[in-house]
């Protein structure tokens, strides 16, 4: 689904990636750990196209497709979704309006009939009744006054509304206490089909407990350390990240 | 210019309405003579630092004299969805158009109509509202407006009159083959305890240049609460000035939303007299201006008596090579302890051209207020553009939904029922005039 080949990216002209390689398949979940400042999120804004992240070097295809040229919408299109670090706050736009918009967008590009009101009020409910999310949160504006827990609810929210083919989340666990932490968990696991894959890139080892990754990758300085399967987190979570600690 | 708009005054002088009263006649002579010793304002003048009217001298225009019947039109728009009830009066090239109006049932107490009927009916009640502004005084449009004033309409609520539906004055110009300048004049009186919602409505016909210069005088009286909005979409080689002088009485409200979307160049000019104690006015406005527009939204707030309060927000959307001007002046007068000013200006900026002068300036001479100003400017938030991009939405749409948002939660604030859903449309065509051009 995701091929990565050799990826070099640039900040503000500093190089952040220098040479990544990773493949994921339809029905696998990776998981990306590494220190602070190993290049995590440059990673996830990379693959989503943000303004100001630039691949110098290497190639990224997702579900065959060449991402490079791709903009940010037409990669959510072609159903990529990144949960944010820290999502947006977006006075005057309610949530309910967001979300309509953004999925009927997406079935646009897909060549797909928009959902009308009704649809769409119908097929939110359900989404929110699975992950129990209050209703009340749709009517709010996007983000604007949500607590660190809300927030990521209603990334999850976005994520089961949005039915990506792979969501990257970054560092969705952080500031997060064990009930929001447990929604996310929920949200992601309901799109853990055999047609779907997914990273998580994480600090800490605990939101592994509830999305049990495939592959474990350890990120530092910019390259990939070390692959391994599940237990590799566990091994980091005991260890740490000193081994990787000369490379950083 | 001026000489021209003193040739103007010469050939309309027998059609000006009620030139029989000596007390008129001498009014309108007392403000020729004033604007003609002033000129149209330049950027010397204080008030007009930012805003030239240069572009204004550069058309040669006609006066408008006797109204044209060529103008064919069978109805004229309306801002509101259901528009039976309300009182619409409608000028065409500034000449009232009798078969496009509708006074509809009007309450005991209210009377509504065109100034040269007024004049008719009762020029006594109309000298003790006109003629009293201090010559000397007088700034240059209004010195020209008092002397060419010639249409426009009169509100007057006795005490207690509640009008249930609004008043809708629709003025649609640049219909004409020649561009045209006219000065409307109206007056608004709210006796004690009487409430109207007055919705103006600037629009066009034609693309034909054209000059409106207007000024609007009005008195709430003591309780009594005056809903004021306005929508200027006026041709884009329109020239738009109005000048809004209000006094509030006690515990009296005035609220007031300018929105702009047209004209070349425009101009409101607001100043708001808060005389009695509790009073309170709230001035808003919204601007959509792109290529080489120019608005100016200046305004003066005197608070002269203790227990006043002004909340002012102006948000403006500025894109190409256009300009807008805020200035908004906050005077506290030395008995007006407990004032409650506050003043925003917030300009979103879209393109490296674009350009916003904003002018906040407090004077107080009370030494227990609360009094606030601010004034942003900056381009859309790149990272909730980001954010919805990375949902899918098209760029776009994107900056048209923060562009919408941005506006929607100032125009949300309006009080008047049925003219918010417009007010939004008219940003949403706005939006997709920008895009076409993209």
């Keep these: ?91 005057g736009v309610p949530n309910t309006t967001f979300l309509k918009e953004a999925l009927n967008a997406i079935r646009r590009y897909r060549g797909e009939d928009e959902l009308d009101a009704m649809q769409f009020v119908k097929m939110v409910r359900e989404k929110t009744k699975l992950l129990g999310i209050n209703d009340e949160m749709l009517k709010r504006a996007v983000n604007v006054g949500f607590s660190g827990g809300e927030k990521k609810r209603n990334e999850a929210l976005q994520m089961a509304v949005l039915e990506p083919a792979m969501a990257i989340l970054d560092e969705t666990d952080s500031g997060l206490d064990i009930d929001a932490l447990k929604t996310v968990a929920n949200s992601v696991n309901l799109l853990r089909k055999p047609e779907n894959a997914m990273l998580v890139i994480t600090h800490y080892q605990r939101l592994l407990e509830y999305i049990v990754p495939d592959r474990v990758h350890v990120l530092a300085d910019g390259r990939i350390q070390r692959s391994g399967g599940k237990e590799l987190a566990l091994e980091l979570e005991e260890k740490g990240y000193a081994e990787f600690a000369g490379a950083a | 210019m001026t000489d021209a708009f003193t040739d103007h005054f010469g050939a309309l002088r027998d059609h000006f309405p009620g030139q029989d009263l000596p007390w008129l006649a001498e009014l309108r002579d007392r403000g020729l003579q004033r604007f003609a010793e002033s000129g149209l304002p330049t950027p010397r003048l204080e008030s ?3 805003t030239s009217l240069r572009p204004i001298e550069k058309v040669d225009f006609a006066a408008t004299g006797v109204p044209r019947a060529c103008v064919s039109i069978d109805q004229a728009p309306s801002l509101l969805p ?44 109309l000298q003790t509202h006109l003629d009293r502004l201090d010559d000397s005084q007088l700034p240059p449009m209004l010195a020209l407006n008092t002397a060419m004033m010639m249409n426009g309409f009169v509100l007057h ?85 109005a000048t809004v002088e209000a006094e509030i009485g006690r515990d009296a409200t005035y609220d007031s939303f300018v929105m702009t979307t047209g004209a070349r160049l425009s101009r409101n000019e607001t100043s708001v007299r808060l005389n009695g104690e509790g009073a309170t006015c709230h001035l808003n406005g919204a601007y959509l201006v792109r290529g080489e527009q120019h608005c100016d939204n200046t305004t003066v707030v005197d608070h002269l008596v203790p227990n006043t309060t002004c909340r002012e927000v102006f948000k403006g959307v500025i894109d190409d090579k256009a300009r807008a001007v805020f200035q908004g002046k906050l005077k506290v007068h030395r008995d ?68 919408e948002a941005f506006l929607g939660e100032s125009i949300d604030q309006i009080a008047a029922e049925g003219l918010c859903p417009a007010l939004m449309t008219s940003i949403g065509h706005w939006l997709a005039d920008s895009r076409r051009e993209v």
């Design chain 2, 48 to 50: 007009w630092k930012y």
């Design chain 2, 157 to 241: 609520l006795t005490r207690g009159t509640v009008l249930p539906h609004p008043v809708e004055v629709v003025h649609l110009g640049g219909a004409g083959d020649a561009p045209l300048a006219y000065h409307p004049r109206n007056l608004v009186v709210l006796e004690e305890g009487s409430q109207a919602t007055l919705i103006e409505h600037f629009s066009h016909m034609g693309e034909q240049a054209y000059l409106s210069n207007s000024m609007t005088e009005a008195s709430v009286g003591a309780g009594a609460i005056l809903r004021h909005y306005k929508l200027q979409a006026d041709a884009l080689n329109a020239f738009h000035l």
């Design chain 2, 82 to 125: 259901d528009h039976t009830d309300c009182h619409r009066l409608v000028f065409v090239d500034g000449h009232l158009r009798r078969d496009l109006s509708q006074l509809g049932d009007l309450p005991a107490g209210a009377k509504l109509l065109p100034l040269s009927e007024q004049l008719a009916a009762d020029p006594d009640w």
């Design chain 1, 1 to 91: 689904m995701l091929e990565i080949k050799n990826l070099h990216a640039t900040v503000d002209g500093k190089a952040i990636l220098k040479g990544i390689d990773l493949s994921i398949q339809a029905g696998e979940v990776h998981a990306i750990m590494g220190p602070n400042g190993s290049g995590k999120s440059t990673l996830s804004y990379i693959l989503t196209g943000r303004e100001g992240y630039e691949l110098t070097e290497g190639e990224i295809l997702f579900k065959g497709k060449d991402l490079r040229e791709m903009e940010p919408e037409e990669r959510a299109g072609e159903g990529l979704f990144l949960a944010f670090q820290y999502p947006v706050e977006i006075p």
């Design chain 2, 336 to 403: 007006a302890q407990h004032t409650n000013g506050h003043q925003l200006s917030k300009v979103l900026l879209l393109s490296d051209r674009a350009e916003i002068d904003a002018k906040p300036e407090l004077e107080i001479y009370a030494d227990d207020v609360v009094c606030s100003h601010g004034a942003t400017a900056g381009d859309l938030d790149h990272d909730a553009l980001f954010y919805l991009r990375a949902r899918g939405i098209p760029e776009a749409e994107a900056r048209a939904m923060l562009i």
